[in-house]
Structure formats: structure tokens, C-alpha cells
């Protein structure tokens, strides 16, 4: 599967930005949704993961409250609204796919990154 993540930015702290990540193919509903993030220097972290019919999320403790993520699986799209963004909320974004695990530590595919810059 291919993903295409979009809908990154520049956004004031409080404000609130919705990124979306198309995938192609026709077996988009057979795989876990994921989203992580990554800071330069750091390591990429585990953000949000839904599973394949939407049934269950889960968050990272640091989203909790704040973000959503949500799929349409007719559109072959995973989308992460972000709500209440704070500085430490700036990162690049990356979804990803996998085919077993719906708590995806090392997805099997990953889509490129989508910029999110939240200001003080």
C-alpha cells in the first residue's frame, strides 16, 4: 500500500489543523491506521492508531483529549484532527499502515511526512 499523508502547517498555539492520508490499492480497509510523529534529534513516536473497520483507537498519552483519529475506509483515507495544538505539538507527521498490528510499533508501511509547526 501507498500513503500520501497532507493537511500540515503553520498554526497558533490553541488552534487546530487536520491532516489526512489517502492510500492507494483496494485493500485499504484490511490494514491498522497509524499516525507518528517525529522532531529532528529525536526519535519518532507513536501518536494515534485506529483499527481496520474504526472500532478502536488508541493515543498517546501526550494527544489524549486533543487529537482524533478517525478513517473512512470507502475513501481510503485516515485523517488526524488536531485540536488545541501546543508548541511541543510541532513535528513531522507520518501515517502508516499495517497489516497484523493494530498497536504498530514498527508499521510495515509508511507514508512521507506532512510539517506541523505550532507557534507561541
Known amino acids: 500500500v501507498q500513503l500520501q499523508a497532507s493537511g500540515g502547517g503553520l498554526v497558533q498555539a490553541g488552534g487546530s489543523l487536520r491532516l489526512s492520508c489517502a492510500a492507494s490499492g483496494r485493500t485499504f480497509s484490511s490494514y491498522h491506521m497509524g499516525w507518528f510523529r517525529q522532531v529532528p534529534g529525536k526519535e519518532r513516536e507513536f501518536v494515534a492508531a485506529?483499527?481496520?473497520?474504526?472500532?478502536?483507537?488508541s493515543y498517546a498519552d501526550s494527544v489524549k483529549g486533543r487529537f482524533t483519529i478517525s478513517r473512512d475506509n470507502a475513501k481510503n483515507t485516515v485523517y488526524l484532527q488536531l485540536n488545541s495544538l501546543k508548541p511541543e505539538d510541532t513535528a513531522v507527521y507520518y501515517c502508516a499502515a499495517d497489516n497484523d498490528h493494530f498497536l504498530m510499533t514498527t508499521p510495515e508501511y509508511w507514508g512521507q511526512g506532512t510539517q506541523v509547526t505550532v507557534s507561541s
Open positions: 485506529i483499527s481496520r473497520g474504526g472500532g478502536s483507537t
